[in-house]
């Protein structure tokens, strides 16, 4: 099971970090993602973790903005979000799998959590 948090209201240039704690499943052992899906938008792309957590990988639209981190002895991973723009407002899904690399694609991913609301405002 994947329990997001972290989630809320924050104004345009503010920071958040979302926490996605991990049961039954080691984030150690697996590839790790977040994704949101905004209101009338489809599931996009925001960060990914390899397995061994040497790579990653972000959308374009995050890049040195957000950060994707994990702590193996509280089996969590993390979003760090820095100078947020009201276009970042979103549910934010975590989703893990098992392989090696930092997937993209949201259909590549098995286990999704429930997802942890963020809003920007302007």
């Known amino acids: 099971q994947l329990q997001a948090s972290g989630g809320g209201l924050v104004q345009a240039g503010g920071s958040l970090r979302l926490s996605c704690a991990a049961s039954g499943r080691t984030v150690s052992s697996y590839a790790l993602g977040w994704f949101r899906q905004a209101p009338g938008k489809e599931r996009e792309f925001v960060a990914a973790?390899?397995?061994?957590?040497?790579?990653?990988d972000y959308a374009d639209s995050v890049k040195g903005r957000f950060t994707i981190s994990r702590d193996i002895a509280k089996n969590t991973v993390y979003l760090q979000m820095n100078s947020l723009k009201p276009e970042d407002t979103a549910v934010y899904y975590c989703?893990?799998?098992?392989?090696?690399?930092?997937?993209?694609?949201?259909?590549?991913?098995?286990?999704w959590g429930q997802g942890t609301e963020v809003t920007v405002s302007s």
């Open positions: 973790l390899s397995w061994s957590g040497g790579s990653t």
């Open positions: 989703a893990s799998r098992a392989g090696s690399y930092p997937y993209t694609e949201a259909d590549e991913y098995d286990y």
